[in-house]
């Protein structure tokens, strides 16, 4: 991944409410895909594109659909298909009964070692309907989907308010920054998520491996929680592995 100086100045056409005022530094610019541009999508193209990232942003009806956003935020609207290509972070950020929809080999021409992130939650109830094997309790929400779309992920975002991400950012150390909890298997994948929340302004929690992810789902203590590393790390503590009834299909 490249290290280039961070630009402090404002980039022509793009929306400076986004935008980050901050000295020249070296930071690692990625090329990210972000898959799906609802609310977490779209805030995270907002953010990530304000750090200077080189974002591209899918969503299911084209990039034809995506032209507001892409003049808002610099972001480059691309085809479902093509949102992974060389990418070194990937955001799956769809319903998770959309997700059996993405295309085969969405993920295919992602740049080596790249860190998938899926920031999915299961809601039987309002949204995804019934799948047995997530709520037989065989599969963690992740691990279904990683199975899905047939590559590891990084589960994170999921228990994240949108708005916080715009909103709620701080730099490290101040006492109000917000933690979030990270899962993950591959642990090389793991860290170029947690550097990237912390770029994005949070601290984050080692939540343990995508089995275990069962801890930050719907439902659990963590989820929505909007505080810091301490009561984050409790909270993970905390969790029952039993699905709660709200959260059954
Ligand atoms: N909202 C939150 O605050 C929040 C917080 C944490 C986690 N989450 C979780 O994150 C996931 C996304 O939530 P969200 O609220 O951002 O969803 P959302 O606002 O409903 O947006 C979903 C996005 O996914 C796109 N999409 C759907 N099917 C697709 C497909 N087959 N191919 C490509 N794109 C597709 C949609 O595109 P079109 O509009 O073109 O259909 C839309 O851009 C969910 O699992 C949710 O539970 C949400």
Redo the contacts with the bound molecule.
């Keep these: 991944m490249a290290v280039r100086p961070r630009n402090s100045l404002p980039r022509p056409g793009v929306d400076a409410r986004h935008q980050e005022h901050q000295p020249l530094k070296g930071l690692a610019l990625m090329k990210i895909g972000i ?8 805030n995270l193209t907002r953010r990530l594109t304000a750090l200077g990232h080189d974002v591209s942003v ?4 084209g990039p034809q ?1 995506l032209t507001a956003l892409a003049e808002e935020t610099g972001a480059t609207p691309v085809p ?1 298909g093509e949102a992974a290509r060389g990418a070194e972070v990937v955001v799956v ?4 009964k ?1 997700v059996p ?2 295309p085969s080999g969405v993920l295919d021409g992602l740049a080596d070692g790249a860190a998938v992130i899926d ?3 299961y ?1 039987p109830q309002q949204r995804d309907g019934r799948i047995a094997a997530i709520e037989d309790g065989r599969l963690t929400e992740s691990r279904w989907t990683s199975q899905q779309i047939g590559h590891p992920v990084v589960k994170a ?7 916080d991400i715009l909103d709620r950012h701080r730099p490290a150390g101040d006492p109000d920054r917000m933690a979030l909890p990270v899962a993950g298997d591959d642990a090389a994948a793991k860290q170029v998520v947690r550097d990237l929340i912390d770029e994005l302004g949070f601290d984050t929690v080692d939540a343990g491996g995508i089995d275990e992810s069962w801890r930050q789902q719907p439902g659990t203590p963590v989820y929505g929680l909007q505080k810091g590393l301490e009561a984050v790390t409790k909270a993970l503590a905390e969790a029952s592995a039993e699905r709660p009834a709200d959260f059954r299909g």
Aim: proline share 3%; net charge neutral.
């Design positions: 898959i799906g541009a609802g609310n977490i999508g779209g899918a969503n299911s009806r659909t479902v950020t769809v319903p998770l959309a929809d993405l920031t999915g939650n809601y975002f999921n228990g994240t308010y949108a708005q």
